[in-house]
C-alpha cells in the first residue's frame, strides 16, 4: 500500500481510504490489484500481461490505451543512471501515466502548482494513474528496483514534455518502506 508524504506540512497519509480521496482531489486514480495466486511477479512479460489482462482490458476501455507492456529495472540493468534521468526530472505528459507495481518501489512527486509538492511512494501492488499534463517526476528508493505495468494511448510509448523550473531538484525520494507501515515484505525505502 501506498504512503503519500506532503513535506511542507510535515504530513503522511498512509490509510488507504485517505490516500485515494487526497489523490482525488488532484485527479489522481490510486486502486490496489491483487498480486498473490495471479501471477509470479517474476514472470516473463507475456505471463504478466495476460494474468492482468481482465484488468487492463478495463483500463483501456475506459482510458483509450492502445498499448500495454512491462517495465523491468534492476540496480545493474545497463545505463540505468541515463534512464532514470529522464524520470526524475519535472515533466508532464499529453497522455495519462498509468503504472501497476509488481516488484520494488518508488515515488511518484507531484507539483500541483498552487499547492504543496507531494510524493506518493508506491509499491508491489499499487495501481496509479496521474493525468495528462500533471506535472511530476520519479525517483526510485535504494534498491533501484522496480517492476511494472505500463498502459499507453499512444503507441510510441512514454514522452516527456520537460519543465525549466527545476523544482524536483529540492526534493529527496522521499522512501519509507513497509516497515513505516508495519510491513515485513521488504518492498521499500
Known amino acids: ?3 503519500v508524504t506532503i513535506p511542507a506540512e510535515s504530513r503522511r497519509i498512509s490509510d488507504a481510504g485517505e490516500i485515494k480521496a487526497f489523490l482525488a482531489e ?3 486514480n490510486y486502486e490496489t490489484w491483487p498480486l498473490e495466486d495471479r501471477v509470479d511477479p517474476a514472470a516473463p512479460a507475456d505471463d504478466i500481461l495476460a494474468a492482468y ?3 487492463i482490458d478495463i483500463l483501456k476501455e475506459q482510458g483509450g490505451f492502445v498499448t500495454a507492456d ?3 529495472v534492476y540496480p545493474d540493468t545497463p545505463n540505468l543512471d541515463a534512464m532514470l534521468d529522464k ?3 519535472e515533466h508532464t505528459h499529453t497522455e ?3 503504472r501497476f507495481i509488481l516488484q520494488g518501489s518508488g515515488v511518484f512527486h507531484i507539483n500541483p502548482g498552487d499547492r504543496p509538492v507531494f510524493g506518493i511512494e508506491v509499491w508491489a501492488g ?3 494513474s496521474v493525468p495528462l499534463g500533471t506535472r511530476h517526476w520519479f525517483d526510485l528508493c535504494k534498491e533501484r528496483r522496480i517492476r511494472a505495468i505500463r498502459l499507453f494511448q499512444d503507441t510510441s510509448g512514454w514522452t516527456p514534455h520537460y519543465l525549466d523550473d527545476g523544482v524536483h531538484a529540492g526534493y529527496e525520494p522521499l522512501c519509507l518502506g513497509p516497515a513505516y507501515l508495519g510491513g515485513t515484505d521488504g518492498a521499500g525505502s
Open 87 to 89: 524520470f526524475n526530472k
Open 70 to 72: 512491462v517495465i523491468d
Open 26 to 28: 488532484y485527479g489522481i
Open 53 to 55: 489482462k481482465p484488468e
Open 96 to 98: 495519462d501515466e498509468v
Open 1 to 3: 500500500m501506498a504512503i
Open 126 to 128: 499499487d495501481l496509479i
